[in-house]
């Protein structure tokens, strides 16, 4: 008789477990359980597709279910929100929104792969219509189609972080007045002052207003739809917002199911993916990671994580003894013109983990001097004192910030120290790069303090 795998949540790790595991085992019985309308979707290009970038949300559907089913196998189950699990009898119960009926069905392996939600204040009017938040592709086409078939003019975004200075820009490319509210003294929390800087100055030139320590105290609205943001210093109009001040682990059924739980309620688990209950696994933005700098687990949701942390589960279901080696932390974004970058330590946090380093910071150009079209690149770079071991890098500019990024990335996984990367050698072309790379600048100047 064969096995069966269940895997709670349709999207990037979900479906990479489902179907490493079917590749390796094809007698095992694999079902996907998904409590929403879509999945295996590329949920980073949501912010393109509202942007109109991307006209139809089915581009962003890498593998639609029937393929699933008739090329891999693999039952796909739709509007299925797993709610309990009995460990004893090896049992996933929960509801089918579709019929508005309940199902039960046997395991003998499990991956938890709910992912994450956005953080929802609770604060008065938050309930009102034309209030957002963006997590799946059904919140992308909800968004847009509001945008479509109301024209709003002004928008408020709640929260400085990624996503919403994506929205950001995706919001002005529809021809809205965007502000951006964020509670802290700085925006883009993962990023140091100075990277933040070129960011506001580029917020500012595309028209985006910035309010920063700024608390949002209530929404009101009109006819059961939003039209102001009361803060604590004055109140916007608004006629569409957008909740993006931050993430959580969708960790209710692991809760449910008593599993161990790491930084920030994401589900603990071990290098092969394997949670704190036999059979039991989890992968993606509700588990945690292992930083290989910092030496220690950390919680850092990203689709790229996610796809690898299914797999790895998937591939140990089926049989190999594959394991996840960490993450150093990685991650571009962009910013209208600008890409913006991270891996490894920022200066902050460094500071919080009490490692004894020291930061440079420079600047300079995309290009060779005399090749058209140059632009601008700040490149800051945090290395530990004494062993000059480098510690991380956070790069801001108009062009080639994610293939510097990845060769920082690259040097965090070699344990590289300053001197190494100063004698990296990195292409050179005047349509590319100056002769002087500004990466081989920033280690340069790092080296004389290292």
Not at 4 to 9: D, M
Not at 164 to 193: N, S
Not at 239 to 246: E, F, I, Q, R
Not at 285 to 302: E, M, N, Q, T, W
């Amino acid at each position: 008789m064969s096995q069966r795998l269940i895997v709670v949540g349709g999207v990037a790790a979900g479906l990479s477990a489902a179907s490493s595991a079917k590749r390796l085992r094809p007698d095992l019985e694999v079902i996907v359980l998904e409590r929403g309308r879509h999945i295996s979707y590329g949920a980073c290009s949501i912010p393109y597709y509202i942007a109109d970038l991307i006209k139809e949300p089915e581009t962003l559907v890498v593998i639609p279910p029937e393929r699933f089913e008739k090329e891999r196998d693999i039952r796909i189950r739709i509007f299925h929100e797993a709610a309990h699990v009995d460990t004893n009898k090896k049992v996933v119960a929960g509801v089918n929104h579709e019929k508005s009926g309940s199902f039960e069905l046997a395991y003998d392996f499990l991956v938890i792969a709910t992912g994450a939600a956005p953080l929802i204040p609770t604060i008065p009017g938050v309930d009102l219509k034309g209030i957002f938040t963006l997590r799946t592709l059904e919140d992308g086409i909800d968004i847009k189609r509001a945008i479509s078939d109301r024209s709003p003019s002004k928008c408020v975004i709640i929260g400085g972080g990624y996503i919403g200075l994506e929205l950001a820009e995706a919001f002005r490319a529809r021809g809205m007045e965007v502000v951006v509210v964020e509670k802290l003294d700085h925006i883009l929390g993962t990023m140091d002052d100075e990277i933040n800087e070129v960011v506001e100055r580029e917020l500012a030139e595309q028209g985006v207003l910035l309010y920063k320590e700024t608390t949002v105290e209530a929404f009101r609205g009109e006819n059961g739809r939003v039209r102001e943001v009361v803060t604590d210093r004055g109140t916007l109009e608004a006629d569409m917002v957008l909740l993006s001040a931050g993430i959580r682990p969708e960790n209710a059924l692991a809760r449910q199911i008593g599993l161990e739980l790491g930084p920030a309620g994401a589900v603990s688990v071990d290098e092969s993916m394997r949670t704190s209950r036999e059979g039991i696994f989890a992968a993606g933005d509700c588990a945690d990671v292992f930083h290989r700098i910092k030496g220690s687990k950390a919680y850092i949701p990203l689709g790229t994580t996610a796809n690898k942390q299914g797999r790895v589960a998937g591939e140990v279901i089926g049989g190999l003894a594959s394991t996840f080696e960490g993450v150093v932390g990685t991650a571009v974004s962009k910013v209208f013109r600008l890409g913006v970058a991270r891996t490894g330590l920022t200066e902050r946090e460094a500071a919080q983990i009490g490692a004894d380093s020291f930061c440079t910071v420079i600047q300079s150009s995309t290009r060779a001097h005399s090749y058209p079209g140059a632009g601008r690149i700040t490149v800051k770079i945090t290395v530990e004192r004494g062993s000059g071991r480098l510690l991380g890098a956070q790069i801001v500019g108009t062009e080639g910030v994610a293939k510097r990024i990845d060769i920082m990335a690259a040097a965090l996984h070699a344990g590289m120290t300053i001197h190494d990367v100063a004698a990296l050698d990195l292409s050179y072309a005047p349509p590319f790069a100056p002769v002087w790379d500004p990466i081989l600048i920033a280690a340069n100047v790092a080296k004389k303090q290292a």
